[in-house]
């Protein structure tokens, strides 16, 4: 029999929120296997939440912007030390003018933008003089830069007004040019709040579909069923789980009777143009990853 430390049952505790029998159960029904304790507790209905297991303790900003021209757009996260340095209005003056470089310079990358230079100086020298101003450490963490190239679109871009802790820039490609860009803002917003994973259920990769189907295969209230009921009671479950992590599928945040691909085709209606989200970026302040869907579809 393996044996379960105290060191096993907690740090399964903190990524599941379980409470701490379940997970030594757990743990012990799994003979020690991590992930398959993690899909024991699933089963069961116990675990609560998928809790980050690390998270960064880093202040700063997630700031983005539109270009002029409205061809591309960008979004960056850039820590400080102290959430008082993140409010410092130097500071924060930073972060745009960063996003602006970021936008002449098409860095797609963080090694791109630090080596960007502006009036004969790098972006990573303009860093180092603003370390020196504030006395911490300054560092630019993700960026995300999202282009149309010689595309129509727009870009729908919302940082959360509580702080610049979170933000969500999301790409549109349509057959004609757009003037009224409200919506890409709304369909950006809904991103930070409902925190989706995926675009569609086309971009979910197999093997995690797999894996849900098996969960949800062995929950004991299934184990009575007979196996044409079962498979109908499992494709629906796993239809609706699937959905609530697809952005086009998930109920929209500001009217739920519509999800979010039916809302895009309403406005393209109004404004009688065709419009595919073709990729979107979310970023957390301290986050561990982060959420991209770039692909072209």
Do not use: W
């Amino acid at each position: 029999m393996v044996d379960i430390s105290a060191t096993m049952v907690k740090d399964l505790r903190e990524k599941t929120g379980a409470a701490m029998m379940d997970c030594k159960r757990a743990l012990v029904e799994a003979s020690g296997d991590f992930e398959k304790a993690c899909e024991v507790l699933r089963q069961r209905g116990i675990a609560v939440a998928s809790k980050k297991a690390s998270r960064a303790t880093s202040e700063g900003l997630v700031v983005g912007k539109v270009a002029v021209d409205g061809k591309s757009a960008v979004l960056v996260e850039i820590n400080c030390e102290t959430d008082f340095v993140a409010r410092n209005d130097a500071f924060t003056e930073l972060t745009k003018r960063l996003c602006e470089i970021a936008l002449t310079a098409k860095a797609d990358t963080v090694e791109k933008l630090l080596q960007a230079k502006v009036d004969g100086t790098t972006v990573e020298d303009l860093i180092s003089q603003a370390i020196a101003k504030t006395g911490e450490n300054i560092v630019v963490r993700r960026i995300s830069l999202l282009d149309l190239g010689s595309k129509n679109g727009l870009f729908g871009l919302y940082i959360h007004s509580q702080g610049g802790k979170i933000g969500a820039l999301v790409k549109f490609e349509t057959n004609n040019a757009v003037s009224n860009d409200t919506f890409g803002r709304e369909i950006a917003m809904h991103i930070a709040f409902a925190k989706p994973q995926y675009l569609s259920k086309q971009e979910i990769p197999q093997e995690i579909v797999e894996n849900e189907k098996r969960i949800e295969s062995g929950k004991a209230d299934l184990a009575d069923k007979k196996a044409e009921i079962k498979e109908k009671i499992i494709a629906g479950r796993l239809d609706k789980i699937l959905g609530e992590r697809c952005l086009l599928e998930q109920p929209f945040v500001k009217d739920s009777a519509l999800t979010v691909g039916k809302y895009i085709e309403e406005q393209a209606k109004q404004l009688k143009v065709d419009i595919k989200v073709t990729g979107y970026t979310l970023l957390i302040l301290g986050e561990a990853t982060e959420t991209t869907n770039g692909k072209e579809h």
